[in-house]
T-cell receptor, first 112, second 114 residues
Framework: GENVEQHPSTLSVQEGDSAVIKCTYS??????FPWYKQELGKRPQLIID?????GEKKDQRIAVTLNKTAKHFSLHITETQPEDSAVYFC???????????FGTGTRLLVSP | DGGITQSPKYLFRKEGQNVTLSCEQN?????MYWYRQDPGQGLRLIYY???????QKGDIAEGYSVSREKKESFPLTVTSAQKNPTAFYLC?????????????FGEGSRLTVL
C-alpha cells in the first residue's frame, strides 16, 4: 500500500525564521496531498492541500510544493510565529488505494 | 452548530473488557473514519465507512469493530482482542466518498487500559 515518510520528527526555530517539513510517498498514482496541523490538546485541522496537477500552492505564510518525479512534497512556513507551534502531518491519497495515508508527524516549536 | 462529537473524552478500562467509543456528526457527511494516534506513529486508519450499513477495514483493524446503522453515527468498539489498546482515538468525517477533500476531526477519546 501507500507509504508516507515525514522528516524531521522535531523542528525548533526562532520566531521569524522559516520552517520546512518534507514528505515522500511511494505510490506514483497518488494525486492529493493535504497538510494537517494539530495544536496541543486539539483536533487536527487542514491547513493547505495540493493536487498532483499543481506544482506549488500558497496561502499567506504557508506554501506547499510537489515534485511528482521525485515523489516528495514539502510544507514551507515563513516568518514563523509562536502560534505556529504544533504537530504537522502530511498525507497522500488517491491512486489505487483510495485511502488517505498520514506521515508520522513533525513537532514544530517556535521560540520567541 | 455543526460538527463532529466524540465521547467520552477520557476512558479507563480494565484488561479483558470491551469498550465502545461514540462518534456523531451533524454535517451530513457521507464518509466517516476512525484513526488511532500514538506518539511518533502519526494517524493510522482503523476502519472507514462510505455509506450506511457498509464499512471497510483500514490498516490496523484487528481487535476493533464498528457499525454504521445511521449516517450520523459511527461507533468504534475496542475489544479484548486488541493487544495494546491504550491510545488516543480520533473520529473524522468528510463530504463525498473519494479520498480527496477536507477531513473534519472530532476532539478525540483517550483510552487507558489499567
Amino acid at each position: 500500500g501507500e507509504n508516507v515518510e515525514q522528516h524531521p520528527s522535531t523542528l525548533s526555530v526562532q520566531e521569524g525564521d522559516s520552517a520546512v517539513i518534507k514528505c515522500t510517498y511511494s505510490d506514483s498514482a497518488s494525486n492529493y496531498f493535504p497538510w494537517y496541523k494539530q495544536e496541543l490538546g486539539k483536533r487536527p485541522q487542514l491547513i493547505i492541500d495540493i493536487r498532483s496537477n499543481v506544482g506549488e500552492k500558497k496561502d499567506q505564510r504557508i506554501a506547499v510544493t510537489l515534485n511528482k518525479t521525485a515523489k516528495h512534497f514539502s510544507l514551507h512556513i515563513t516568518e514563523t510565529q509562536p502560534e505556529d507551534s504544533a504537530v504537522y502531518f502530511c498525507a497522500a491519497s488517491g491512486g489505487g488505494f483510495q485511502k488517505l495515508v498520514f506521515g508520522t508527524g513533525t513537532r514544530l516549536l517556535v521560540s520567541p | 452548530d455543526g460538527g463532529i462529537t466524540q465521547s467520552p473524552k477520557y476512558l479507563f478500562r480494565k484488561e479483558g473488557q470491551n469498550v465502545t467509543l461514540s462518534c456523531e456528526q451533524n454535517l451530513n457527511h457521507d464518509a466517516m473514519y476512525w484513526y488511532r494516534q500514538d506518539p511518533g506513529q502519526g494517524l493510522r486508519l482503523i476502519y472507514y465507512s462510505q455509506i450506511v450499513n457498509d464499512f471497510q477495514k483500514g490498516d490496523i483493524a484487528e481487535g476493533y469493530s464498528v457499525s454504521r446503522e445511521k449516517k450520523e453515527s459511527f461507533p468504534l468498539t475496542v475489544t479484548s482482542a486488541q493487544k495494546n489498546p491504550t491510545a488516543f482515538y480520533l473520529c473524522a468525517s468528510k463530504f463525498g466518498t473519494d479520498p480527496t477533500g477536507e477531513l473534519f476531526f472530532g476532539e478525540g477519546s483517550r483510552l487507558t487500559v489499567l
